[in-house]
């Protein structure tokens, strides 16, 4: 599969403004292969660019579906939020080749996947060059200051993770570079997860270890819950 360098990172928030960000770098050739050079399995075609920003105005557009997104899990979860980075192939038509959440302390999977949906179904200022990529990402808080929950690591479910381990194993089959995201309700009890894959051709793995770890039983947080956030 060809797989096109990113050439744009848009670092303001959905609604901030800010100044254009630099063009981009002209499209070069592929650099010849070197015999001392491993294979990386990557190939690169050509190279695209986006204009930053009619990227950012497509987003503006969008603000309100994605907003509702956040908004449902909000309406299940009062302290749901993280920072949501999102990366988007873009073809030549302007249509989402593919796009997956790239990195995310949300936590919910149902909010995230609503999210993806809402920008798989968007249509992209046109890449000049070639198809291109983008990565936008997104600052979700919830309004007023609520009571947030106590931030764990990973140690205080190491014994959970140890028991599902194999129920672990069958979902990521051999891969890695996923994180996960729970929240843990007073009692135990799995109030939300959220996981992330390491590419758009691995999501199936990402949503089976979200769905897994929402059937967990994990030690009392206290009353006021707590979250945790995993790396596979």
């Not at 930053?52 to 939020?81: S, W």
């Not at 990565?135 to 929950?149: I, S």
């Not at 009890?189 to 051709?201: E, K, L």
Request: aromatic share 6%; glycine share 10%.
């Amino acid at each position: 599969m060809t797989r096109i360098l990113p050439l744009l990172l848009l670092t303001t928030s959905l609604f901030a403004c800010g100044e254009a960000p630099p063009p981009p770098p002209p499209p070069r050739p592929p650099a010849p292969m070197e015999s001392n050079r491993p294979d990386d399995g990557v190939m690169v075609d050509t190279m695209g660019s986006l204009d930053g920003q009619a990227v950012r105005r497509t987003f503006q557009n969008i603000a309100p579906r994605l907003m509702g997104c956040y908004e449902a899990g909000l309406a299940r979860l009062r302290y749901l939020a993280g920072d949501v980075q999102f990366h988007i192939g873009v073809a030549l038509d302007g249509a989402v080749k593919w796009a997956f959440i790239e990195s995310t302390q949300l936590g919910d999977h149902a909010a995230q996947q609503c999210m993806l949906e809402v920008i798989r179904g968007t249509t992209f200022p046109r890449p000049t060059g070639g198809e291109s990529e983008t990565v936008v990402p997104l600052a979700l808080d919830p309004p007023g200051d609520p009571a947030w929950p106590a931030t764990w690591t990973p140690n205080n479910v190491a014994t959970a993770v140890a028991e599902h381990q194999m129920e672990l194993d069958a979902c990521l089959d051999g891969s890695s570079g996923y994180s996960l995201t729970i929240y843990v309700a007073s009692g135990g009890t799995v109030q939300s997860t959220g996981a992330t894959p390491p590419d758009a051709d691995h999501q199936d793995q990402a949503d089976c270890i979200a769905a897994a770890a929402a059937t967990w039983l994990l030690e009392d947080p206290g009353p006021g819950g707590a979250k945790v956030t995993l790396e596979f």
